[in-house]
C-alpha cells in the first residue's frame, strides 16, 4: 500500500505522520504507519480502545487446528496396532502379523521425523513466515495418511510414520512461535496452553473411532482433518512479529489491528513496543552460537529443554501409543478400547481447565502439582504391574490401573503437557526464537524416540520397570521447576528478557 493510494493526511501532537487509508477488509479500516514512536500516556485526551481478545483466542484456535493434526498421528498406533498384531488379518494392510521389533519401529518412527524437521521449520519460519510453515506440515499428513491406505508392507508404515514425524516436527517447532506472538501479556499462558488441548482431543478423536471402524475408514477420517486445518487457517493473519522482523510494518500494523479489533491509533503504542523490540533483537542476526554466548538465552534454553525433557521423561508418550496394550496386560475386565476413550475424554476435560487457570494460578505452580501428583498416578500403576508379575494376585489392586491413569492425565494434560510449549513461545527473542525452538523440538522428540522404542525391551523385564523410571524422573523435575523454572505469568515478552539478563526495569 502506497501514500499514493492514501485519501487524507493528518498530522497531531499525539501521532507521527500519518496517511489514512480506506482500504477495508470487512469492516476494519487500516492506516500506514511511516514510523512507529510509544506515545506519551499524558498526552492522548481518549480512554484507550478495549482488545478484543475473541480476535486472539480466534486465531489461536484455528492455528490449534494442526495440533489436533498432530494428536491423530500420536494416538493412530493406540487403536492400529491391535489391529496389525492379530493373526486375522482381514482389518490390516499386511499379510500377516508384525512382529514386537516392527511394533516399536512403527510406534517410534515418528520422532525420528520430528526431530530432524524442526531444523528445517525454524528457519523457514523466518523465511516464509510461520503462517505459511504451519499451512506447509498438512502436506506431510495429507502424503503420510494416503501412503497408509495403500501399505501392503511394514517399511511402507515405516515410511508413513516417518513422513507423519516431518509434520509433527513443523507444528510443534512453529506453532508455539505464532500463538507466542499474537497474543497479549495477559492471555498468553491460555493460549499458550491451547496446543495441548487439541492434542489430546485428536488423540480422543482416533481413539474413539480407531476401534469401531476398518483400517481403511480410520484413513479417511484422518486424511481429512488437515485439510480443514488448511481451509480454516487460510484466512488467519500471520504474526505481526514476523512482519516487522521483515520491515513490512504496514503489513504489521494490519495484522496487530485484526488481532486487537482496534484502529491505528488503537494499536499504535504496542506496534510502537514491537517494533522495538524486533529491531532490537534484530540488529545483530542471530545464530545458533547466540544461544550459548549469551547468558539470558543460556537460561532460557536451559529452561525451555529441561522442561520438555522432562515432559517426554513421564513416559506420555509410552501412555498414548500403547493405551489399549496397557489396559489388556492389565486384565481389568474392562473393554480396552473403552477404558482408551475413558482416557482420552479425561485428556480433553483436564486440558480444558488450562487455559482457564494457566495466567491465574502461574507456569511454575501448575508445573510443580503436575510433577508431584504424576509421580503419585506412575508409582501406583507401576505397584500395580508388580502385583501381577510378581506377587500374582492382584485381587485387591484389580481396580488400580484405570483411576491411576485418569490422575496421571489430568495431571499431565494441566501442567507438564500444555506449558513447556507454552513456555517456550516467551522465553527467546526475535533474532534466535527459531534456532532455540528448533533445538528444544528436537530434543523433545530424541527422548520421545528413546522412550518409546526401548519401551518394549523394558516391558518384557517387568512393566514395573518401567514406571517406576517415569516416576523417578517426575520426582527430579520436581525439584527442577521449584530450583530453575522461572515464574513468566503476567510478564510482557520483553519483561521476560529483562529478568533472563537480569536487568531491573
Keep these: 500500500m502506497s501514500q499514493d493510494n492514501c485519501s487524507s493526511t493528518r498530522q497531531s501532537s499525539q501521532m507521527p505522520s500519518v496517511g489514512h487509508v480506506e482500504d477495508t477488509v470487512g469492516q476494519y479500516s487500516y492506516t500506514e504507519v511511516s514510523s512507529f514512536q510509544v506515545s506519551e500516556g499524558n498526552t492522548r485526551n481518549m480512554s484507550p480502545e478495549p482488545v478484543k481478545t475473541g480476535r486472539i483466542f480466534m486465531a489461536a484456535v484455528a492455528a490449534n487446528l494442526s495440533a489436533f493434526v498432530v494428536g491423530t498421528c500420536l494416538g493412530w498406533t493406540s487403536p492400529i496396532g491391535p489391529k496389525l498384531k492379530t493373526e486375522d488379518t482381514s482389518d490390516s494392510p499386511l499379510d500377516r502379523p508384525i512382529t514386537s521389533d516392527e511394533d516399536a519401529w512403527i510406534s517410534s518412527l515418528i520422532a525420528i521425523g520430528a526431530l530432524i524437521a524442526p531444523f528445517v521449520a525454524g528457519p523457514l519460519a523466518d523465511r516464509i ?75 480422543l478423536y482416533v481413539y474413539a473411532i480407531g476401534p469401531f471402524v476398518s483400517y481403511m475408514a480410520l484413513q479417511w477420517c484422518c486424511i481429512v482433518v488437515p485439510i480443514i486445518f488448511d481451509v480454516v487457517f487460510y484466512f488467519m493473519p500471520e504474526s505481526p512479529h514476523y512482519f516487522a522482523g521483515k520491515g513490512r510494518k504496514t503489513d504489521a500494523l494490519r495484522s496487530l489491528q485484526f488481532l486487537r479489533g482496534q484502529s491505528a491509533e488503537g494499536v499504535h503504542d504496542e506496534m510502537a513496543e514491537i517494533q522495538s523490540s524486533v529491531e532490537e533483537a534484530m540488529a545483530s542476526k542471530g545464530t545458533i552460537m547466540d544461544l550459548f554466548k549469551n547468558p539470558g538465552n543460556r537460561k532460557a534454553l536451559f529452561i525451555c529443554a529441561g522442561l520438555i525433557s522432562f515432559q517426554q521423561l513421564s513416559g ?190
Design 316 to 505: 506420555i508418550n509410552v501412555v498414548l501409543f500403547n493405551s489399549q496394550s496397557i489396559f489388556a496386560s492389565a486384565n481389568t475386565g474392562l473393554d480396552p478400547a473403552i477404558a482408551t476413550i475413558i482416557i482420552g475424554c479425561v485428556q480433553v476435560a483436564s486440558s480444558g481447565l488450562t487455559p482457564i487457570v494457566a495466567d491465574r494460578l502461574g507456569r511454575k505452580v501448575m508445573l510443580l502439582t503436575s510433577a508431584s501428583v504424576m509421580t503419585v498416578g506412575l508409582t501406583a500403576l507401576g505397584a500395580f504391574f508388580y502385583m501381577q508379575l510378581v506377587v500374582g494376585d492382584i485381587s485387591s489392586v484389580v481396580w488400580m490401573p484405570v483411576p491411576a491413569l485418569v490422575i496421571y492425565n489430568i495431571v499431565y494434560c494441566t501442567g507438564f503437557g500444555p506449558l513447556p510449549w507454552a513456555v517456550l513461545g516467551e522465553m527467546f527473542p526475535a533474532n534466535i526464537k527459531s534456532s532455540a525452538s528448533s533445538i528444544v523440538a528436537s530434543t523433545c522428540w530424541t527422548l520421545g524416540f528413546l522412550v518409546t522404542y526401548f519401551y518394549p525391551a523394558l516391558d518384557a523385564l517387568g512393566s514395573y520397570y518401567a514406571f517406576w523410571l517415569f516416576a523417578g524422573f517426575m520426582v527430579v523435575a520436581f525439584f527442577f521447576v521449584l530450583f530453575v523454572v522461572m515464574e513468566t505469568k503476567g510478564l510482557s515478552l520483553q519483561e521476560i528478557q529483562d529478568r533472563l539478563n537480569s536487568k531491573n526495569n
Design 129 to 203: 513466515g510461520r503462517k505459511w510453515v504451519l499451512l506447509s506440515s498438512s502436506l506431510f499428513f495429507v502424503l503420510a495418511f494416503g501412503i497408509n491406505m495403500g501399505a501392503s508392507e511394514v517399511w511402507i508404515l515405516y515410511l508413513s510414520r516417518l513422513i507423519q514425524g516431518f509434520g509433527v516436527g513443523f507444528v510443534m517447532t512453529v506453532q508455539p512461535m505464532y500463538v507466542g506472538e499474537i497474543s497479549t501479556d495477559n492471555v498468553r499462558g491460555a493460549t499458550g496452553s491451547l496446543m495441548q488441548l487439541f492434542i489430546v482431543a485428536g488423540i
